[in-house]
């Protein structure tokens, strides 16, 4: 199996996990160690290239890879939408304080 193919295979499994029942809740957002993201991508070491490799592909499906150093947590990217924007005005109102 190509390494390509390793990043889509495990961006599948991650995404799927995000429906299944475990950890005390039935779906959702969950965390995965780096020693099982090593395990899934069939990798000793990680680097960013394969990280950037299957945030893509979990984009692609509508997660998101979130790198926390020592862990990585998958979200739906629905959790973002309704986020609040932060507007031209506000940073320049920050900026403006920041200054003072």
Do not use: C, W
Request: proline letters at 1%; a positive charge.
């Amino acid at each position: 199996m190509t390494p390509y193919k390793h990043y889509l295979r495990a961006a599948d499994i991650l995404s799927k996990l995000y429906g299944e029942e475990f950890g005390g809740k039935k779906n959702g957002r969950y965390r995965v160690s780096e020693k099982l993201m090593r395990l899934l991508l069939q990798r000793r070491r990680l680097y960013d290239s394969d990280i950037s490799a299957v945030t893509r592909a979990l984009i692609e499906r509508g997660f998101v890879l979130i790198d926390m150093d020592s862990f990585y947590v998958v979200m739906s990217a629905n959790s973002f939408v309704n986020y609040r924007r932060v507007g031209d005005a506000n940073i320049q109102n920050a900026l403006s304080r920041d200054a003072n």
